[in-house]
């Protein structure tokens, strides 16, 4: 995971959208499988930055996505 | 002393032009365009922000500036030698110093900033020191010097590095300035087209030219250089005369220009010069095969002649006169005193005509006076003195004439035109161009006016060049002398030592290419294979591999052309680049003899000078 989250967000910084956002898909698909069975307060924090993420997304801004994947999702796994 | 203070001393030691059209941006009334605030990322360091037309850009990671730098740099190769970055957009120059961090010493940059107000918030706020004061640093800003953009690129992109040249932008100034982004493409474009013809002539010219630098460096010696010319000229306007067919018909007239203008004329003209009794103050010749008739009239060799080291040899040995050098090749700018620092480069242009209107406007004159400047044909005729000089068929172009008729128009005349249209743009408003050819193509941004009118109302000055010329002291002092003689003789033991890494790196391939037949991997392939690397990075890291790989331009063309294309398998790809380099090699050995030869004959020739 913290391998893909590297890569991701190094894609992102570097402006390369479409395969930043393949791999945003497939750390959301990841991050699924991962939050079964993990404290409650701890899976609403990565709900927060995924939320966070997501709203990023939205707004076009490439590199804040990019930083909260490297620095507020990374250290939560 | 504050930063600001700092970087204004800075800019007015080193970039004088900007200095000066800095200030007056400063002092008219300016309505900014756009608003600049630092905050502080998480990390600690600090991000730009830009509002333009209400709109925010974040410039940087609000995390970490300096993470979203590194990463981002990544993308690029960036260790080459003699690698060339070209950036649209500043910012607050933490992609810039990332990108410096992963090149090589020798790097060139050329930075190209839209935002004049971004330039004077970077001015307020930061350390400008690596940027303003530094030769391989080329920072362009619309509004102050962006005219020069054109110039820069062309010197800083050549046949020998077009191929790992990084040209890229700032993540958020495509956005931001779109529309002159677009002209920044195009500009960065265009010089990369005309690099790869360079790289042809080069193929043409490339031992000539080399052989041309050894000579001359015996006059380089005792020369002047163009720059201890700049502003000497008052306000007199300078006249350039070309050699195009319509010169015949106002050749006489030039005569009364003499003393109330500079007359500076081209090589090829001096023979119909001689024959109207015209004496002009300067003549300028660059090409390294030019016909060494022009240099027969006794006025054309006791004219001061500016001129390039690159420019025939035979021909400077004619010349008699003082020589003033300007468009050195980069190993005679190695060789120039300190006080004329490398990377004040003239455009070219690519005729010795287009090259004088660069060097008239690096003189600071304020207004240039064409004549015979046609870039046309005229009743069949190429040339002034009713000649036709091509020497094969050309391809020919309508162009529309001072009087609004199409008239035909050579390939490469078609280019000079384009080029004049595009440098004069440039100069609005700083230098008025007057074409007094009296016929030939219509030159964009020119007044069209006879050459007895241009005198009248342009030639109010009295100059005499001649007296210029006398008072100027040769540029190389006895300290300069010597120490321009020690770095010859390190150049030549430079490449000695060149000459015993070829055949070690020789050596390596050969054995490299046989671990290939055999399909061995192991221990010494790997340390041959970095042999190879430590090996050619020595020999090219020196002086010396700028003349050698002119002298094998060509060769290095046809046998390099083609080395990172890969067909086939790993295997087979390896094995040919192995051969391919070694092919290289081998023609490097035989440049580094001839050249090593040619230079002991240049340094016996400045000796003996002495």
Same mark, same amino acid.
């Given at each position: 995971?913290?391998?893909?989250?590297?890569?991701?967000?190094?894609?992102?910084?570097?402006?390369?959208?479409?395969?930043?956002?393949?791999?945003?898909?497939?750390?959301?698909?990841?991050?699924?499988?991962?939050?079964?069975?993990?404290?409650?307060?701890?899976?609403?924090?990565?709900?927060?930055?995924?939320?966070?993420?997501?709203?990023?997304?939205?707004?076009?801004?490439?590199?804040?996505?990019?930083?909260?994947?490297?620095?507020?999702?990374?250290?939560?796994? | 002393?504050?930063?600001?203070?700092?970087?204004?001393?800075? /800019?007015?030691?080193?970039?004088?032009?900007?200095?000066?059209?800095?200030?007056?941006?400063?002092?008219?009334?300016?309505?900014?365009?756009?608003?600049?605030?630092?905050?502080?990322?998480?990390?600690?360091?600090?991000?730009?922000?830009?509002?333009?037309?209400?709109?925010?850009?974040?410039?940087?990671?609000?995390?970490?500036?300096?993470?979203?730098?590194?990463?981002?740099?990544?993308?690029?190769?960036?260790?080459?030698?003699?690698?060339?970055?070209?950036?649209?957009?500043?910012?607050?120059?933490?992609?810039?110093?990332?990108?410096?961090?992963?090149?090589?010493?020798?790097?060139?940059?050329?930075?190209?900033?839209?935002?004049?107000?971004?330039?004077?918030?970077?001015?307020?706020?930061?350390?400008?020191?690596?940027?303003?004061?530094?030769?391989?640093?080329?920072?362009?800003?619309?509004?102050?010097?962006?005219?020069?953009?054109?110039?820069?690129?062309?010197?800083?992109?050549?046949?020998?590095?077009?191929?790992?040249?990084?040209?890229?932008?700032?993540?958020?100034?495509?956005?931001?300035?779109?529309?002159?982004?677009?002209?920044?493409?195009?500009?960065?474009?265009?010089?990369?087209?005309?690099?790869?013809?360079?790289?042809?002539?080069?193929?043409?010219?490339?031992?000539?030219?080399?052989?041309?630098?050894?000579?001359?460096?015996?006059?380089?010696?005792?020369?002047?250089?163009?720059?201890?010319?700049?502003?000497?000229?008052?306000?007199?306007?300078?006249?350039?005369?070309?050699?195009?067919?319509?010169?015949?018909?106002?050749?006489?007239?030039?005569?009364?220009?003499?003393?109330?203008?500079?007359?500076?004329?081209?090589?090829?003209?001096?023979?119909?010069?001689?024959?109207?009794?015209?004496?002009?103050?300067?003549?300028?010749?660059?090409?390294?095969?030019?016909? /060494?008739?022009?240099?027969?009239?006794?006025?054309?060799?006791?004219?001061?002649?500016?001129?390039?080291?690159?420019?025939?040899?035979?021909?400077?040995?004619?010349?008699?006169?003082?020589?003033?050098?300007?468009?050195?090749?980069?190993?005679?700018?190695?060789?120039?005193?300190?006080?004329?620092?490398?990377?004040?480069?003239?455009?070219?242009?690519?005729?010795?005509?287009?090259?004088?209107?660069?060097?008239?406007?690096? /003189?600071?004159?304020?207004?240039?006076?064409?004549?015979?400047?046609?870039?046309?044909?005229?009743?069949?005729?190429?040339?002034?003195?009713?000649?036709?000089?091509?020497?094969?068929?050309?391809?020919?172009?309508?162009?529309?004439?001072?009087?609004?008729?199409?008239?035909?128009?050579?390939?490469?005349?078609?280019?000079?035109?384009?080029?004049?249209?595009?440098?004069?743009?440039?100069?609005?408003?700083?230098?008025?161009?007057?074409?007094?050819?009296?016929?030939?193509?219509?030159?964009?941004?020119?007044?069209?006016?006879?050459?007895?009118?241009?005198?009248?109302?342009?030639?109010?000055?009295?100059?005499?060049?001649?007296?210029?010329?006398?008072?100027?002291?040769?540029?190389?002092?006895?300290?300069?002398?010597?120490?321009?003689?020690?770095?010859?003789?390190?150049?030549?033991?430079?490449?000695?030592?060149?000459?015993?890494?070829?055949?070690?790196?020789?050596?390596?391939?050969?054995?490299?290419?046989?671990?290939?037949?055999?399909?061995?991997?192991?221990?010494?392939?790997?340390? /041959?294979?970095?042999?190879?690397?430590?090996?050619?990075?020595?020999?090219?890291?020196?002086?010396?591999?700028?003349?050698?790989?002119?002298?094998?331009?060509?060769?290095?063309?046809?046998?390099?052309?083609?080395?990172?294309?890969?067909?086939?398998?790993?295997?087979?790809?390896?094995?040919?680049?192995?051969?391919?380099?070694?092919?290289?090699?081998?023609?490097?050995?035989?440049?580094?003899?001839?050249?090593?030869?040619?230079?002991?004959?240049?340094?016996?020739?400045?000796?003996?000078?002495?």
């Amino acid at each position: 995971m913290e391998e893909l989250i590297m890569q991701t967000s190094r894609l992102l910084y570097q402006n390369q959208m479409e395969e930043g956002n393949k791999l945003v898909n497939e750390i959301i698909n990841r991050l699924i499988v991962y939050l079964n069975g993990q404290p409650a307060d701890k899976v609403a924090r990565i709900n927060q930055i995924l939320i966070n993420g997501l709203n990023a997304m939205e707004a076009g801004d490439a590199v804040l996505l990019a930083d909260i994947l490297r620095f507020d999702l990374l250290p939560e796994l | 002393m504050s930063c600001y203070a700092e970087n204004l001393k800075l /800019l007015e030691q080193f970039d004088k032009d900007m200095y000066v059209n800095y200030l007056s941006w400063l002092d008219e009334e300016y309505k900014k365009q756009v608003v600049l605030r630092e905050e502080v990322a998480k990390s600690g360091t600090t991000y730009l922000i830009m509002e333009k037309n209400g709109k925010q850009f974040r410039m940087n990671s609000c995390y970490s500036p300096e993470n979203e730098a590194r990463e981002w740099a990544q993308q690029f190769s960036l260790n080459n030698i003699r690698q060339v970055v070209i950036m649209y957009g500043l910012g607050n120059g933490a992609f810039l110093a990332q990108l410096r961090q992963s090149c090589k010493e020798d790097a060139v940059f050329v930075i190209y900033e839209p935002s004049l107000d971004l330039f004077h918030h970077l001015m307020q706020h930061s350390d400008l020191q690596r940027i303003i004061g530094n030769g391989r640093m080329h920072l362009l800003v619309q509004g102050l010097n962006e005219y020069r953009f054109g110039n820069i690129l062309e010197a800083s992109l050549s046949w020998d590095n077009i191929n790992h040249v990084v040209a890229t932008e700032h993540p958020k100034y495509k956005e931001i300035y779109p529309q002159e982004y677009v002209c920044f493409c195009q500009q960065v474009n265009n010089e990369w087209v005309k690099a790869n013809m360079n790289r042809n002539t080069m193929g043409y010219f490339g031992q000539q030219m080399v052989r041309n630098t050894c000579e001359n460096l015996a006059y380089l010696s005792n020369g002047h250089f163009y720059e201890q010319y700049i502003g000497r000229f008052g306000d007199a306007p300078v006249i350039i005369v070309s050699a195009g067919p319509s010169l015949d018909l106002n050749i006489e007239k030039l005569k009364s220009a003499k003393g109330k203008a500079v007359i500076i004329a081209v090589d090829s003209a001096m023979r119909e010069l001689d024959k109207h009794g015209v004496e002009p103050d300067f003549i300028v010749s660059i090409d390294p095969k030019k016909s /060494l008739r022009h240099m027969e009239p006794l006025i054309a060799r006791r004219t001061p002649l500016f001129c390039s080291d690159t420019a025939r040899s035979e021909l400077l040995e004619q010349h008699e006169g003082e020589k003033i050098f300007f468009g050195l090749s980069p190993f005679a700018e190695k060789l120039k005193p300190q006080q004329y620092p490398e990377g004040k480069h003239l455009g070219t242009g690519g005729s010795v005509s287009t090259s004088t209107f660069s060097l008239s406007v690096a /003189l600071q004159f304020k207004t240039v006076i064409f004549v015979g400047q046609d870039l046309a044909y005229k009743n069949g005729m190429s040339h002034a003195g009713n000649r036709m000089v091509d020497k094969e068929e050309q391809k020919l172009f309508q162009v529309e004439d001072i009087f609004g008729n199409m008239i035909a128009s050579r390939h490469d005349w078609y280019q000079f035109l384009g080029w004049y249209e595009e440098n004069i743009k440039k100069l609005e408003g700083q230098v008025e161009i007057i074409d007094a050819t009296e016929g030939g193509a219509r030159i964009p941004g020119t007044k069209i006016m006879s050459l007895e009118k241009a005198i009248e109302t342009y030639g109010k000055a009295e100059i005499d060049c001649k007296k210029i010329v006398e008072e100027i002291n040769s540029a190389y002092t006895t300290e300069h002398y010597e120490r321009m003689l020690t770095d010859i003789e390190n150049v030549m033991k430079d490449m000695e030592n060149s000459e015993r890494d070829i055949k070690e790196v020789m050596f390596a391939l050969e054995q490299l290419c046989r671990c290939c037949e055999r399909k061995d991997y192991g221990k010494t392939y790997k340390k /041959l294979t970095k042999d190879v690397v430590r090996l050619g990075a020595n020999i090219k890291e020196r002086d010396s591999y700028i003349l050698m790989a002119s002298w094998i331009a060509k060769e290095s063309h046809d046998i390099l052309g083609s080395i990172n294309q890969m067909d086939g398998n790993i295997e087979d790809n390896e094995m040919r680049i192995y051969k391919k380099s070694l092919d290289f090699y081998k023609e490097l050995e035989v440049a580094a003899k001839e050249v090593k030869q040619l230079l002991r004959g240049s340094y016996k020739k400045i000796i003996d000078k002495e």
